[in-house]
């Protein structure tokens, strides 16, 4: 790497000079994971690995995934643009659908790639990956050196999964949890495979607690029964954590902890009701308890610990403000969803402002989409109908692009999070203004949706 072939050739001519150093970047991601589920957000489950990360950086309140469901929220963390711009509509089922990231993209991993950082991805991806029948790109086409990873879920479930793909090749059975699994993954890769001279991107993105769940007998009876659903779900949380611990004590063996900026989010709310606190719905749907979920920064020596963040904030952020965080440029020429978040994250004086609102967009949700501009929400239905089914079908990308939506409703989030009280006709004046910068996000949005029915 640049660093590596640099300092021997300054050390032979006698020259010292010190280059300025890249902090680490981590980003760990919880699936299906709620607003209310871990321990620092009010949860039943015990996380100390997590609450301690919280507490040694900055926890936003009101933070939010990139959809309500796995494949397009991820699409937006990595790119910073609203999914469908990214061709991702809904979650992927490859062997049904040509949908995939577009390779065309360009990704958090590419920019730090660019940067000199080297770059892995472990996990689950559920961005596209090629099959029998369809080429697809990989996680090395979108900027990753080493990729461990899954289509979409853990199977047959978290326990002993044997659907593991390293760089290409199957891996087969494994034995033990999908967490831990991953986790091992990522110290064997800091250990083995990664230039020590060089600054790495890891992008950790767990299964749990995703189903098909599992976790360890011992863990679930903290909880419950070990046939209770809700006592194996929290157990499969317990046991991410404690994989997250042996992570994070890792990074702290590799470099001291000022060097190392972790991001800890979840890609959309729980599919389980009790886990979203008092919001409204859950995953699968554009109400708050589908879409809100935890958001952490841990930055030792820049991000101030203990900071506790109300300004609405979400996945769609984090490549500008990766960016932002780093003092790197953001891709040049392309249209970013997300904004810089690094003003409030280093409490500098410049004012945090957010240049387009939050939008979110699912086909099958109800209210279909969802706009989040200062304390409002603006929601709405479809005024059109697609066939039965939840699997995305895209032969619906024609309808979808030039549907239109009806029933608008207005809610303050500030002080009405469960959104129970519409106040569309209370205030038509906000509503209108909303109205129109939904609909005007919207038309760029499905200007630019790949038209996947076409191929």
Same mark, same amino acid.
């Given at each position: 790497m640049l660093r590596s072939a640099i300092l021997p050739l300054l050390t032979a001519l006698g020259l010292t000079v010190n280059l300025p150093a890249k902090p680490n970047v981590v980003v760990i991601l919880a699936d299906d994971l709620g607003w209310s589920d871990i321990g620092c957000y009010g949860g039943p489950?015990? =996380?100390?690995?997590?609450?301690?990360?919280? $507490?040694?950086?900055?926890?936003? =309140?009101?933070f939010y995934s990139g959809c309500a469901v796995c494949s397009p929220s991820r699409a937006s963390l990595l790119t910073g643009r609203h999914h469908?711009? =990214?061709?991702?509509?809904?979650?992927?089922?490859?062997?049904?659908?040509?949908?995939?990231?577009?390779?065309?993209?360009? $990704?958090?991993?590419?920019?730090?790639?660019?940067?000199?950082?080297e770059t892995a991805h472990l996990g689950k991806w559920h961005l596209g990956l090629p099959t029998g029948k369809r080429e697809k790109p990989t996680?090395?086409?979108?900027?990753?050196?080493?990729?461990?990873? $899954?289509?979409?879920?853990?199977?047959?479930?978290?326990?002993?999964?044997?659907?593991?793909?390293?760089?290409?090749k199957p891996v087969g059975e494994l034995e033990g949890y999908s967490c831990h699994l991953v986790v091992d993954e990522a110290i064997n890769w800091l250990d083995e495979h990664r230039d020590p001279e060089s600054p790495f991107f890891l992008n950790v993105w767990f299964h749990e607690p995703h189903a098909p769940i599992a976790a360890p007998d011992d863990l679930v009876l903290d909880y419950g029964d070990l046939r209770d659903g809700a006592a194996i779900y929290s157990g499969t949380i317990d046991n991410t954590d404690r994989a997250i611990g042996r992570l994070i004590a890792k990074l702290n063996e590799v470099a001291p902890v000022e060097e190392t900026l972790i991001i800890y989010v979840s890609d959309n709310g729980s599919y389980r009701y009790d886990r979203v606190s008092n919001l409204r719905g859950k995953k699968g749907t554009n109400w708050d308890g589908g879409i809100r979920v935890p958001g952490i920064f841990a930055w030792p020596g820049r991000v101030k610990?203990?900071?506790?963040?109300?300004?609405?904030?979400?996945?769609?952020?984090?490549?500008? $403000?990766?960016?932002?965080?780093?003092?790197?440029?953001?891709?040049?020429?392309?249209?970013?969803?997300?904004?810089?978040?690094?003003?409030?994250?280093?409490?500098?004086?410049?004012?945090?402002?957010?240049?387009?609102?939050?939008?979110?967009?699912?086909?099958?949700?109800?209210?279909?989409?969802?706009?989040?501009?200062?304390?409002?929400?603006?929601?709405?239905?479809?005024?059109?109908?697609?066939? =039965?089914?939840?699997?995305?079908?895209?032969?619906?990308?024609?309808?979808?692009?030039?549907?239109?939506?009806?029933?608008?409703?207005?809610?303050n989030l500030e002080i009405d999070p469960g959104q129970k009280t519409d106040l569309a006709g209370d205030k038509p004046e906000l509503f209108d203004q909303l109205k129109k910068k939904l609909l005007e996000i919207n038309a760029s949005i499905m200007a630019d949706g790949e038209n996947w029915h076409l191929k």
């Open positions: 489950v015990k =996380t100390p690995n997590l609450d301690r990360l919280a $507490t040694g950086g900055a926890r936003f =309140t009101q469908i711009r =990214t061709g991702v509509y809904s979650w992927i089922h490859d062997e049904s659908q040509q949908s995939h990231l577009l390779e065309r993209e360009i $990704t958090l991993a590419e920019v730090l790639k660019e940067n000199g950082y996680p090395a086409d979108h900027g990753f050196d080493y990729w461990f990873a $899954t289509w979409n879920n853990a199977e047959p479930s978290h326990r002993n999964p044997r659907n593991f793909i390293r760089n290409g610990a203990g900071s506790v963040i109300h300004e609405p904030a979400g996945i769609i952020d984090l490549l500008p $403000t990766v960016c932002g965080l780093l003092e790197l440029a953001c891709p040049h020429g392309v249209h970013l969803d997300g904004s810089d978040l690094a003003p409030l994250l280093l409490q500098e004086e410049a004012e945090f402002k957010r240049h387009q609102p939050m939008f979110w967009h699912l086909h099958k949700s109800r209210p279909i989409v969802a706009m989040r501009d200062g304390d409002f929400s603006l929601v709405a239905y479809p005024d059109y109908e697609l066939s =039965t089914g939840n699997l995305f079908q895209e032969a619906w990308i024609p309808l979808i692009k030039q549907g239109g939506y009806r029933d608008f409703e207005l809610y």
